[in-house]
């Protein structure tokens, strides 16, 4: 096992002991122990973490019989650098910046100390190489959204040529699903004849957004709050739903099309989906996040730091956040 000498044994870090609105649960704890890594895993040192609404939830116990025990450090979204290895890890090294989203599975036995810590541990194959080009702020913003985005084209056999609609374009995995359908036809479905992916992307946000919309490559985007996307008289190959509006999505989407879902709504949706953390997916990814054709969303209030961490969930919970917002620095 590999590791640098500095490594204290204790930490700060955001923690809760009961569950409920994280607001008012979530303590600074400047004595947490340091986890101990496996031999497939590493000990990162944390420069930066991502919120994601999967915390809320995971706080108020939506899925507490499958969680790891309290006390929780929360947070998925990783972008740091490895201080430890160990013994089977063969991609990283000491001192390599990485980042992730820790957590193979989100709603299933997630790990109890999660990334607003000093410290935090992942398996080799959940984490990639930070891209060159992304600041530890940026990187932190992408694991979680991205893989979801990717994953959930992948879901509904997104191929080239084909239209989407985008409920929720304007959020951390709207803002990216926008970007990848045009660029990942090849990659998920490689006979595709045509070099880039959609025919056509539709999105919906609130107005003050839809300059964004259009900026990430909207052909469409909605303004939500004047127009409804099922009363367009044209419908849709793919409806990608991040917000939990199923009963509209089925609206909008053609008779042979497919809706993928992230969110629960009030009807049922087709396919849900919860993504599967891969690191693959993100070194997949790389090229087009360092040739800058995708680039990560931060909330113009972002980062916030450390010590305003509650306050950073809160304003998440509002639903006003654009894109990710990330922590940093951590200590």
Same mark, same amino acid.
């Given at each position: 096992?590999?590791?640098?000498?500095?490594?204290?044994?204790?930490?700060?870090?955001?923690?809760?002991?009961?569950?409920?609105?994280?607001?008012?649960?979530?303590?600074?704890?400047?004595?947490?122990?340091?986890?101990?890594?496996?031999?497939?895993?590493?000990?990162?040192?944390?420069?930066?973490?991502?919120?994601?609404?999967?915390?809320?939830?995971?706080?108020?116990?939506?899925?507490?019989?499958?969680?790891?025990?309290?006390?929780?450090?929360?947070?998925?979204?990783?972008?740091?650098?490895?201080?430890?290895?160990?013994?089977?890890?063969?991609?990283?090294?000491?001192?390599?910046?990485?980042?992730?989203?820790?957590?193979?599975?989100?709603?299933?036995?997630?790990?109890?100390?999660?990334?607003?810590?000093?410290?935090?541990?992942?398996?080799?194959?959940?984490?990639?190489?930070?891209?060159?080009?992304?600041?530890?702020?940026?990187?932190?913003?992408?694991?979680?959204?991205?893989? =979801?985005?990717?994953?959930?084209?992948?879901?509904?056999?997104?191929?080239?040529?084909?239209?989407?609609?985008?409920?929720?374009?304007?959020?951390?995995?709207?803002?990216?699903?926008?970007?990848?359908?045009?660029?990942?036809?090849?990659?998920?479905?490689?006979?595709?004849?045509?070099?880039?992916?959609?025919?056509?992307?539709?999105?919906?946000?609130?107005?003050?957004?839809?300059?964004?919309?259009?900026?990430?490559?909207?052909?469409?985007?909605?303004?939500?709050?004047?127009?409804?996307? $099922?009363?367009? =008289?044209?419908?849709?190959?793919?409806?990608?739903?991040?917000?939990?509006?199923?009963?509209?999505?089925?609206?909008?989407?053609? $008779?042979?099309?497919?809706?993928?879902?992230?969110?629960?709504?009030?009807?049922?949706?087709?396919?849900?989906?919860?993504? =599967?953390?891969?690191?693959?997916?993100? $070194?997949?990814?790389?090229?087009?996040?360092?040739?800058?054709?995708?680039?990560?969303?931060?909330?113009?209030?972002?980062?916030?730091?450390?010590?305003?961490?509650?306050?950073?969930?809160?304003?998440?919970?509002?639903?006003?956040?654009?894109?990710?917002?990330?922590?940093?620095?951590?200590?």
């Amino acid at each position: 096992m590999a590791s640098t000498p500095s490594i204290p044994s204790h930490m700060k870090a955001w923690v809760y002991s009961e569950y409920g609105n994280i607001e008012e649960i979530l303590k600074f704890d400047p004595n947490v122990a340091i986890p101990d890594i496996k031999d497939d895993q590493v000990l990162i040192k944390v420069v930066a973490a991502a919120l994601n609404p999967v915390d809320h939830k995971r706080a108020f116990g939506y899925f507490k019989n499958t969680d790891s025990p309290l006390p929780t450090v929360p947070g998925y979204d990783v972008a740091g650098v490895v201080v430890r290895v160990g013994s089977e890890v063969k991609k990283f090294k000491v001192g390599d910046e990485v980042y992730g989203d820790i957590n193979q599975h989100a709603l299933n036995d997630p790990k109890s100390i999660g990334t607003l810590a000093e410290y935090t541990v992942a398996e080799e194959k959940l984490l990639a190489h930070k891209p060159s080009n992304l600041s530890f702020i940026e990187a932190a913003a992408v694991p979680l959204a991205i893989i =979801t985005a990717y994953e959930g084209l992948e879901r509904v056999d997104f191929s080239a040529g084909k239209s989407i609609l985008v409920l929720g374009g304007a959020g951390g995995v709207g803002t990216f699903v926008i970007q990848v359908s045009y660029l990942l036809s090849p990659l998920l479905c490689p006979l595709a004849k045509h070099a880039f992916g959609a025919s056509k992307v539709a999105a919906t946000a609130s107005t003050a957004k839809l300059d964004l919309l259009r900026n990430l490559g909207a052909d469409l985007p909605i303004d939500y709050t004047k127009e409804n996307s $099922e009363d367009l =008289t044209e419908k849709f190959d793919v409806v990608y739903d991040t917000v939990g509006q199923s009963e509209r999505a089925l609206k909008a989407v053609k $008779e042979s099309g497919k809706v993928v879902s992230i969110v629960p709504g009030d009807t049922p949706p087709p396919n849900l989906f919860i993504l =599967t953390s891969d690191g693959a997916v993100l $070194e997949k990814l790389q090229p087009y996040l360092e040739s800058g054709k995708v680039k990560p969303v931060l909330d113009p209030k972002s980062p916030f730091p450390f010590s305003h961490t509650v306050e950073a969930f809160a304003y998440l919970k509002t639903n006003r956040a654009i894109g990710k917002v990330v922590i940093h620095h951590i200590p």
